[in-house]
Structures are given as C-alpha cells and as structure tokens.
C-alpha cells in the first residue's frame, strides 16, 4: 500500500507537468513562467533525487526523474522563447 502511494505521487507529480510542457511546446510562449518557479522545481527534484539515493529509496529516485526532465526542458524553451 506504501509504495502504492508513493507510485501515485510520483505519477502526479509529473502529470501535473505535462500540461505546461505541452502548452509551452506547442505554443512557443513561455513568458508567463517564472524563473524561480522553475528554479524551485529543478531543486526539488535534485534534492528528492539526492534523498532517495542516500536513503536508499529507489521509489523516490525515479519518482523525481520525470519532474527533473521537466523541469529542464522548461527551462530550455524558457530561455529559447522567453
């Protein structure tokens, strides 16, 4: 039931990515994010990545993976088109 939750988690939390990666893909606008939102979202991921590693949490790890490369690719079209 744990590691249900923590699946679940870590599948939110991309998903409620992919609309603003999608948006900002398709659109080529991204002057409406923030810099330190996405600042934030890639420390995040790096420190939840970090913890899970030393932990050793491998539902953790991968969970933040996903948020990670979100992250990045945002702030790739951020600095392209921002």
């Not at 992919?18 to 080529?28: A, E, G, L, N």
């Not at 933040?64 to 079209?77: R, T, Y």
């Amino acid at each position: 039931m744990i590691e249900f939750l923590g699946i679940t988690a870590g599948f939110l939390n991309t998903l409620r990515l992919v609309p603003q990666v999608w948006k900002s893909w398709t659109t080529k606008e991204t002057g409406d994010l923030s810099g330190y939102f996405l600042l934030i979202l890639f420390l995040q991921s790096v420190c939840l990545i970090s913890y899970g590693w030393l932990k050793p949490d491998n539902y953790i790890v991968y969970m933040n993976v996903s948020p990670l490369l979100c992250s990045v690719v945002l702030a790739k079209l951020k600095l392209k088109y921002g």
